[in-house]
């Protein structure tokens, strides 16, 4: 990180970028220039207080001229810090809201350069910003050196132990038979006197002493009436008639 300029090259780089609106300025450099301007317009501001009075015409229209001096040839130099922190220079009409704005812009101005590179330019602290923090060169790297192997142990065979000599089994002891079980007595059905007994045989129900009447013979179908007509006129003649009623005719029976 380059180190921090004295006031004086600070004013020098002020004024060879007065119109500048391009590029970063770091956050001393600005500090610097707009504290002793502001402290010099107050001066003379003061001073002319005194000589003419504090509400004379003169006084307050010196003031009002400085005022608009140092804002317009610090224009640059505030755009250039809002770059430094990675804004543009729209940010700087935040100002116009009532108390918040400036406060806001106030932040901005106040805070550190973004570390590196940004869209407006390279870190005019020159190289990567860590926050104030100065740290120790870096020792250049040391050329690879390989490891040395140590060379393997030569195979030691694992030392086997003998096998312990074959015991023979000993022989079983001699089998003895087991003794016959004796048969179980045969099963004798309990005598019962109910079943020694003969089964009385089941006496034949008698039969009834009335013989069952006869159901009735189905009686023959009516033969159907023989029409009887007149051998002369052919007319119907009522059963029994004797006389047919046409012509007189007698019926024979």
Partial sequence: MAPKKSLAESYQLFFNNLFNFNGRTRRSDFWRVVILNTVCVGVIVGILSAAFGRESTVASTVNSLLSLAQFVL???????????????WTYYL??????????IVFIALVTDSDPGDNKFGPNPKG?????GFQGQPQQPAQPYAPVQQQPAQPYAPVQQQPAQPYAPVQPAQQYTPVQPVEPAQTYEPAQSADID???????????PA???AAAPA????AQP???????????????GAVVC?????????
């Fill in 94 to 103: 935040l100002g116009l809201i009532p108390f918040v704005g400036w406060i």
């Fill in 127 to 131: 190289g990567v910003d860590m926050g």
């Fill in 218 to 221: 189905p009686a023959e179908p």
């Fill in 197 to 207: 007994q003969p089964t009385q045989p089941i006496a034949p129900a008698e039969a």
């Fill in 74 to 88: 610090q224009l640059g130099l505030v755009i250039r810090r809002l770059h430094d922190t990675g804004k543009e």
């Fill in 245 to 253: 009623p046409s012509c007189g005719t007698a019926v024979n029976g």
């Fill in 225 to 239: 009436a023989k029409a009887a007509f007149c051998t002369n006129c052919g007319t119907p003649l009522a059963e």
């Fill in 210 to 212: 009335q013989p069952v």
